[in-house]
């Protein structure tokens, strides 16, 4: 089977060719200068919610295709927050995933207040810049795309942008990442390459994660009941997309799922 990561990687670097040709890094920085701070902290909002579910907006998969193809960034993000989202995920990329930069923006103009990362594939400052331009509050880093000197130079530049950091890491030997200091730390219950799913990865390397670090478990959730179970193991944040994608209305969806976790 071919390693879905390396193809995502592959397309991601010729898209920010495209993207740099159709506007230049200056002047996407000068797009940024006068934009307000995003003064809402993902990490703080997961270790002060009670139910820590980051709510995701996806609207494809690279393994099952479209999920909601309707979708509209202007409907769902905000009734995730209505319905007690902790934070959102909004995944950007459009080849694989059916997203948008402008997926953001849009939650944000329609009412979204609380914490937005920006899902991608970030292997390049030029990304971090259109995460702050499009209105995001973090952005995901993930281990298996970077080098750990890559990694924290643009760890280091998202927070010079005011952006936070949720690092994604997957396997043990990803776990050396951690000692970067990321706002959070992310396990991937999803294996980038043949996009498996475990949720048994996220109790098996929590321990191994430092004791103080805000830790996110991510994919293939789809029962309260692990939820409880995770935080149980040390967990703040659940990140929950197609579970809640996959029915009529995601928002009411997480509802339900927020009642059987109480």
Known sequence: MADILEQIVAHKREEIIAFKKAMSYSELEKDIAGLKDIDVSMRKALTDSPTGIIAEFKRKSPSKGWIKEEGKADIIPLSYQQNGAAALSILTDTEFFGGKDEFIATARKSGVTIPILYKNFVIDEYQLLQARKCGASATLLIAACLTKERCKALTNMAHDLGLEVLLEMHSEAEL???????????????????????????YRLAELLPEDAVKVSESGISNPDTVKELRQ?????????????????PGEALRQFIMHDS
């Open 233 to 249: 193991a040390g967990f703040n944040g659940f990140l929950i997309g197609e579970n809640f994608m996959k029915t009529e209305n």
């Open 176 to 202: 050396e990442y951690a000692e970067l200091e990321p706002d959070m730390c992310g396990i991937n219950n999803r294996n980038l390459g043949s996009f498996v799913t475990d949720v048994q990865n996220s």
